[in-house]
C-alpha cells in the first residue's frame, strides 16, 4: 500500500473515531530528551522511498538533546529490499545570533576520535591536501574527524573502476588524492581541520574539557546579508511591512518602563514547552539601567535569568579579578553580560562568553552555574573512562571552591565594559579582594562587538 493510500485510510479513521482529546499535560510534554536508552520507544516510523531501488522503506525520526549541545533530530533509514541504510542528522534548535568557526591541529591518533557534530549549514576544509567539503554538499550528522576523512574516501571511491576505463588520467588523480586522505589517518605529521557554520550549530568535541585546549580554537562572526538569505533570514526594507512599527515620541515614557513588567508567551529553551518569559527594565546601583528576563517552566522545572544592557557599550573594555575567601565574598552581585568570558587561574578553567548567557546573579550563583554546565560538557553514555575520571576530579575540586575549603580568583573580562561587581566597601571603590583594570580593546574585540565596521557619521546615506 502506498504512502497516500495510507494517510487516506488514516483520515477516513479518524473521522469515523473522533479526534482524540488532547490534555493540557500533553500538549506539554518535552519534544527534545536527553539521550538515554529508554528513548527506544519514541521513535517515529514513516515510509519513504528508498534512493538505491526505489521501492519503499522505513525511516525512523528520533528527536533527542546532545550534552552541551543543542536539540537535534537524529534519522535513519533502511531498505527490506535492497539492503540500503542511510543515517542523517538534522540541527533542530533555532539559528544561533553568530556563525561559528572552528578550527582543530591534529597532532595524534587519538584526535581523530574527537566527536563532531555539523548542520547542513557547514562546510569543512583541510588545507594540507586541499581539501574542502562546501555547505549543503554534505547532510549534517554526529561524527568524528576519522569519520569526515573516511567518509570521503568512500566517495570518492565510489565510481573509480568505470573511471579507470573511461578516463584514466582522472581516475589515477583521484586514486593519489585517496592516498593522501588515508596518510592524515595515519597522523604522519600534523594538519588542521577547518569547521565554518554559518548557522552556528556545530562543533568539535574538546577532550580536555572544562580546561581549554590549545589545539582548538573557536571563533564566532556575524553573518553577511547574502548568508542570512541562504538561511532563510529575510531583512524587510519597506517600513509598512515591517512587524514592529515604531511609536511617537513621549507616547510612552521611559519612566513609565521602571515599573511595568512585560510579560511574552515563549519556549522552554530546555524542553520546548510552552511557557512565559517576563521582562522588567531596572537600574543598578553605581552602575547602569539593564533589561532582566526572567523564565520559569512548569513542565521541567528550568528557571532562567537573563539580562541585557540598557546602554551602549563603553569606551573601555573591564575585567574583573576577585579572590574568593569567605561566605562574604559568596554574597556579592554580579552582573555578567553576555560578551563577558570567565577564567578561574588556580583550575586552568576558561569559559567563553557564549558558555553562560547574560545573568544578574551572585557570585555564587554564578559557579553554581558554571559547575552544571560543566557536568554536562561530555557525552556521559559514550565518554572513554580516562576523559570521565577527569571531569570528575575537577568537579570534585570545584565543589571544594563553594563550599569555601579551596581559595580561588575568579576573573570576569567584558571587552564591551557592561560587567559590573559588588564591592563590599561603603564607598563603592573597590576592596581589597577586587581588582578593577580598564583597557584598551584590540582590533579583535572590536571586530567581535562589529565595531570596526560601525558608521557613526552621515550614517543615513548609502556607502
Known amino acids: 500500500m502506498s504512502t497516500a493510500a495510507n494517510a487516506t485510510t488514516a483520515a477516513e479513521s479518524a473521522d469515523t473515531k473522533g479526534p482524540a482529546p488532547v490534555t493540557a499535560e500533553a500538549q506539554q510534554e518535552p519534544i527534545f530528551k536527553e539521550i538515554n536508552a529508554e528513548q527506544a520507544g519514541e521513535l517515529v516510523e514513516i515510509e519513504s522511498a528508498c534512493m538505491s531501488c526505489f521501492k519503499t522503506g522505513t525511516t525512523r525520526l528520533l528527536p533527542t538533546k546532545i550534552p552541551f549541545f543543542r536539540e537535534v533530530v537524529l534519522m535513519s533509514f533502511k531498505c ?15 539559528i544561533q545570533k553568530h556563525g561559528v568557526r572552528i578550527e582543530l591541529k591534529v597532532e595524534k591518533e587519538a584526535d581523530l576520535n574527537r566527536r563532531v557534530v555539523r548542520s547542513d549549514n557547514s562546510s569543512i576544509s583541510i588545507p594540507e591536501v586541499e581539501l574542502e567539503i562546501p555547505v549543503q554538499s554534505q547532510k549534517g550528522e554526529v561524527t568524528t574527524i576519522e569519520g569526515i576523512i573516511e567518509r570521503t574516501i568512500t566517495g570518492l571511491s565510489q565510481d573509480q573502476e568505470k573511471r579507470r576505463i573511461e578516463h584514466p588520467t582522472e581516475a589515477e588523480s583521484i586514486d593519489a588524492f585517496i592516498d593522501r586522505l588515508r596518510d592524515l589517518k595515519l597522523v604522519k605529521k600534523p ?8 548557522s552556528g550549530n556545530s562543533f568539535i568535541e574538546n577532550p580536555l574539557a572544562p580546561a581549554s585546549d590549545p589545539q582548538l580554537k573557536t571563533s564566532h562572526f556575524a553573518r553577511s546579508t547574502a548568508q542570512n538569505e541562504q538561511l532563510g533570514l529575510y531583512e524587510q526594507n ?7 512599527k515604531p511609536i511617537a515620541e513621549d507616547s510612552w515614557p521611559i519612566e513609565n518602563l521602571h515599573g511595568e513588567v512585560l510579560q511574552f508567551s515563549t519556549n522552554c529553551p530546555n524542553c520546548h514547552a510552552p511557557c512565559e518569559t517576563n521582562m522588567k527594565l531596572t537600574n ?8 532582566i528576563m526572567a523564565t520559569v517552566c512548569s513542565k521541567c522545572g528550568l528557571k532562567t535569568n537573563e539580562v541585557k544592557s540598557g546602554g551602549g557599550i563603553e569606551p573601555e573594555g573591564v575585567r574583573f579579578k576577585l579572590r574568593i575567601e569567605s561566605k562574604e565574598d559568596l554574597t556579592r552581585d554580579v552582573l555578567k553580560s553576555e560578551t563577558c568570558s570567565l577564567s578561574i587561574p588556580e583550575l586552568d578553567l576558561d569559559v567563553g562568553p557564549n558558555a553562560l548567557c547574560g ?31 577527569q571531569l570528575e576530579r575537577f568537579l570534585t575540586t570545584f565543589d571544594k571552591v563553594v563550599k569555601l575549603e579551596h581559595v580561588i580568583t575568579l576573573v570576569l573580562e567584558d571587552p564591551a565594559g557592561n560587567t559590573y561587581v559588588q564591592s563590599l566597601s561603603d564607598d563603592d571603590e573597590p576592596d581589597a579582594k577586587l581588582i578593577v583594570e580598564r583597557y584598551e580593546r584590540s582590533f579583535e574585540d572590536n571586530e567581535e562587538l562589529g565595531l570596526n565596521d560601525m558608521k557613526t557619521e552621515n550614517y543615513e546615506q548609502n556607502a
Open 80 to 94: 527490506e529490499h535492497c539492503g540500503f541504510t542511510n543515517c542523517e542528522m538534522q540541527s533542530a534548535s533555532e
Open 191 to 198: 594538519f588542521r581541520v577547518l569547521l565554518e557554520d554559518i
Open 238 to 244: 519597506h517600513e509598512d511591512q515591517n512587524l514592529l
Open 284 to 291: 543598578i546601583p553605581h552602575f547602569k539601567e539593564v533589561v
Open 359 to 389: 545573568r544578574f546573579t551572585t557570585v555564587e550563583g554564578l559557579l553554581v552555574a558554571m559547575r552544571e554546565q560543566l557536568d554536562g560538557t561530555l557525552f556521559h553514555d559514550s565518554a572513554d573512562e580516562p576523559s570521565r575520571q
